[in-house]
């Protein structure tokens, strides 16, 4: 029996059937066991039979077995000896960061709260590389800010250098606010707590703020708790020891500190709103492509090979070795009990999640790792990852839940993604595709049914694609492997796609048709094409179906406005289909966008956001109905006691301005456009009648709104009356800071001139000619001018469209009440946007009766956009000019002979030297 006469735990346990000296009553084993559970066994606690097993576990073990104190013997208070009380305190921690080859004491809070890690400012020097990303950062009091953060690689350490792990910080100013000082003469005053000793923080200040990306350091290898709930606990995680909790009153809430910091993305609102800048940006030329990317499509393309059953192999490409990574296998283990936990009152689901899970490895998609292999890959080092896997729940009575694996989840700071490279996106320009389907009579769509999956991946990387999976609780945990290419990681698309267009280039080399669908046609496993007659999509079919099927890819769910086209079994009951987010009746062959309902519908900034974003009009067909609620939620936005989830006021104007939003949207329903761009008359016609491209542009000052359309115009005779057809139409909000009507309207004729040039470009008719129509005089004169005689705003806008279009012969003037954009800059209802959508009516009659532009636009001299010339210091030199007088003058010789013998003379001696000096 081991000395404990200088053990601070020595002391007189007060259970009856111990009697030992060596312990409180509150950790006695005889009670309480190894498990840490009150044990009330009434025969032990009688008989006086003592149990001194226990007594050789060590100190740590002891604490290790007080998971959770109830001794009803201990009154509130009693295991204190003073009365300054930890009260609510916060899990800091002190630890080390590295950065290179510096490292730093730090003091970190602990907050599972939290999904990021924040970092405060200047702790990392800038000279320490890091990647710029765009946040927008909600904190306390509803302060919205958008910004730019560094987000830095670094190592957290414990203070004895016993762990160390890598995580992924955001940097910013302040990451929360102050934590008190919890010392440890305020600690030692616990009873439970007399052996515990804590490194003091030297300031309140917060240093880094740990999220639960980081769930391993967050996790507690040991906790210490106290006889009553009040009392705080000492918890040991992997930076070592920290107390938490403690006790709460009415005074500590009242004067309670909540620190909140929201930080979202700003790509993620701009990807919802980002239907609206499709074809009016500029797009990046393609040697723009950053190297890495460059290099990760180039390796992909070299590494594709075909296997013997016919299908494709590809490498991944990899940013870092992954050797670096660390072992998650039980990372994973624990995701996947908490998976069981949320399925386990969801038997339906979880039977079709499992039944998912097994198909895969049926079809080849993934394959169960032996414990054999494992072993053989542990003794030969070989790293490995294990990729969490979750359900996403589905609103489907076929399919409830599928099945998600998680490339981006973080485990020491490092995850999959983080060392794959993404490659250059592959995918065809999705407005293009979505043009070129409504080029012709015969429209097709399909998709290749899991496409993604039918890409293996080379073993090697496929080692990096492991993960868990049981059936039921009671069966063994087995390790599978996933053998194709994987929804989630970051290369997977462009993988994919460079696999699809190497099977049309081995498989169909001397077929054009099926060569130019794959390049141009698909939306990565979506096909969506048009045809001028059924023969040619009949044909086209059959030849792509074989093509891809060669390759391992099965296309399926054929659909068409033509029967013939049709997979019957694919054929929807009431004949509406999606495509590109777009509803196509194959009935009547129109699209209109999808239906949002507005059932309990809440009036705030959050969801007045989240309805104006669930209607996907990639044709603007409803851009003049969207410019007013757009307009509301720029109202919104300068309002400061208006945050996300503040319900607005029943009685303000700007409630009664979202009820007749409200109204407007409702018949949306009613706004549908033709998907054959060639008008009914012409439709089989061969050949095509001349076709033009119309556009024109407004800008409003009320409004705060910039239109612009589209329309096709056709006419089998320059002087006939012509037939028009709606190709798109966009809307844009003009920015709070008050620009001249000129500027705005020079604007609109900018967005427009980039959307008439993404058109052309993209359809496969054959334009004769385009214009621009625009009802600014002095945006006019502005094109007809030089740009570099203006100021820089009018300059740049009046180079850029020149470029492309002749401001003489491709800009045109139209008076504002024939200018049908203008009601998309004001913002229409349902019945205004048809008659956009009809086009213009004087595009409808021969030229003739088009409006006039005048020939000579001048520019005003006043005009405030005209550069001013100022001359400083300037010499003027004047240079007086004579007639001179001639040589020879032959009014002063009155015989001929003598003029000619004087000029003679004169002449022979022109090339004789000059004497020089």
């Not at 005779?717 to 000129?742: G, H, M, V, W, Y």
């Not at 021969?846 to 956009?865: C, G, S």
Request: charged share 25%.
């Amino acid at each position: 029996m081991p000395n404990h006469d200088d053990c601070q735990l020595a002391t007189n346990c007060q259970i009856p059937t111990c009697g030992m000296n060596t312990h409180f009553s509150s950790v006695c084993l005889n009670v309480y066991g190894l498990d840490g559970y009150r044990h009330f066994d009434k025969k032990l606690l009688s008989s006086g039979a003592g149990n001194s097993k226990g007594l050789n576990v060590n100190r740590r073990e002891f604490q290790s077995a007080v998971q959770r104190n109830s001794n009803p013997t201990l009154a509130v208070g009693s295991n204190m000896r003073g009365n300054d009380r930890i009260t609510c305190a916060l899990p800091t921690v002190m630890g080390y960061i590295r950065y290179g080859t510096k490292k730093t004491m730090v003091r970190i809070l602990l907050d599972t709260g939290s999904q990021i890690s924040l970092l405060r400012e200047g702790i990392v020097p800038k000279s320490h590389c890091g990647q710029m990303q765009d946040f927008s950062l909600t904190t306390v009091g509803g302060d919205t800010l958008a910004c730019k953060l560094r987000v830095v690689d670094c190592t957290l350490a414990s203070l004895d250098g016993s762990f160390q792990c890598d995580v992924r910080l955001t940097e910013m100013k302040r990451p929360c606010g102050d934590a008190p000082i919890i010392g440890n003469a305020q600690i030692r005053q616990y009873l439970h707590l007399d052996d515990i000793s804590i490194v003091e923080a030297p300031d309140k200040t917060i240093d880094i703020l740990l999220g639960i990306e980081n769930g391993d350091i967050l996790t507690a290898d040991e906790r210490i708790l106290g006889p009553t709930a009040n009392d705080p606990v000492v918890v040991r995680c992997p930076l070592g020891w920290y107390v938490q909790g403690g006790h709460s009153s009415s005074e500590v809430l009242c004067n309670a500190t909540v620190h909140f910091t929201q930080v979202t993305a700003i790509s993620e609102i701009e990807d919802f709103l980002g239907i609206d800048r499709v074809g009016i940006e500029p797009r990046r030329c393609k040697c723009t492509m950053e190297d890495q990317d460059k290099i990760a499509n180039d390796s992909m393309q070299q590494s594709v090979t075909r296997l013997e059953d016919g299908t494709y192999q590809i490498s991944l490409p990899w940013r870092k070795s992954p050797q670096g990574l660390p072992n998650n296998h039980d990372y994973a283990v624990k995701r996947f009990l908490n998976l069981e936990k949320q399925f386990k009152n969801k038997p339906r689901q979880w039977e079709v999640y499992c039944k998912q899970m097994e198909d895969q490895v049926k079809r080849g998609v993934a394959r169960v790792v032996s414990a054999d292999e494992m072993a053989n890959d542990a003794k030969a080092s070989r790293k490995m990852w294990f990729l969490p896997h979750f359900g996403v729940l589905k609103d489907s009575q076929t399919t409830p839940v599928r099945v998600v694996y998680d490339g981006k989840a973080t485990y020491q700071g490092h995850s999959l993604n983080d060392y794959l490279a993404k490659g250059n996106n592959m995918n065809s320009n999705l407005f293009e595709v979505a043009l070129r389907f409504r080029e012709y009579e015969v429209g097709v769509i399909a998709d290749i049914s899991k496409m993604f999956q039918a890409v293996k991946v080379h073993p090697d990387d496929a080692r990096f694609h492991r993960y868990i999976f049981r059936e039921r609780p009671e069966d063994p945990i087995r390790v599978y492997e996933l053998t194709t290419v994987t929804f989630g990681d970051k290369p997977s698309p462009a993988a994919a796609i460079i696999a699809l267009r190497h099977v049309a280039k081995e498989n169909a080399p001397n077929d054009p048709d099926v060569q130019r669908v794959i390049a141009d046609q698909f939306y990565v496993d979506d096909l969506t094409d048009s045809e001028r007659t059924v023969e040619k999509t009949r044909r086209l079919q059959e030849n792509l179906t074989a093509t891809l099927g060669s390759g391992g890819f099965r296309i399926r769910k054929w659909l068409s406005n033509k029967g013939e086209i049709c997979d019957k079994e694919y054929y929807p009951a009431d004949g509406n289909t999606t495509v590109l987010g777009t509803k196509w009746n194959l009935t009547d062959d129109t699209l209109q966008a999808k239906e949002v309902t507005f059932d309990d519908f809440m009036p705030t900034k959050r969801n007045i956001l989240k309805k104006t974003a669930s209607y996907y009009d990639i044709f603007g067909m409803l851009s003049g109905i969207l410019v007013r609620p757009k307009i509301l939620l720029q109202k919104l936005w300068t309002f400061d006691n208006i945050d996300w989830d503040t319900p607005i006021h029943s009685d303000s104007d700007i409630h009664i301005m979202l009820e007749a939003v409200k109204e407007d949207l409702k018949d949306v329903n009613t706004t549908k456009i033709e998907r054959c761009l060639i008008p009914e008359k012409f439709r089989g016609k061969s050949p095509m009648p001349s076709v033009s491209l119309h556009g024109a542009s407004d800008a409003s000052d009320d409004a705060m709104g910039m239109g612009m359309g589209i329309w096709l115009r056709w006419s089998e005779a320059e002087d006939d009356d012509a037939e028009l057809t709606f190709l798109c139409a966009r809307a844009r909000l003009t920015p709070l800071k008050q620009l001249s009507i000129p500027r705005k309207e020079l604007q609109a004729i900018l967005l427009l001139s980039r959307l008439m040039t993404t058109v052309e470009n993209a359809l496969r008719l054959e334009i004769a000619y385009r214009r621009i129509w625009t009802d600014s005089m002095t945006a006019i004169s502005w094109l007809r001018g030089q740009s570099k005689s203006f100021r820089s705003y009018v300059a740049c806008r009046v180079g850029e469209i020149t470029a492309d279009f002749d401001p003489n012969d491709d800009i045109s003037y139209v008076p504002t009440d024939q200018n049908t954009i203008d009601l998309v800059s004001r913002g229409v209802n349902a019945t205004e946007m048809q008659k956009v959508i009809d086009g213009p009516t004087f595009l409808k009659k021969p030229p003739a009766y088009w409006p006039e532009t005048p020939k000579n636009v001048p520019v005003d001299r006043e005009d405030t956009e005209l550069k001013k010339f100022h001359v400083r210091n300037a010499k003027v030199l004047t240079l007086q000019l004579s007639k001179a007088e001639p040589v020879v003058d032959p009014k002063k010789f009155s015989s001929w002979s003598r003029l000619v013998m004087v000029t003679a003379r004169i002449l022979s001696l022109k090339d004789c030297p000059r004497a020089s000096g």
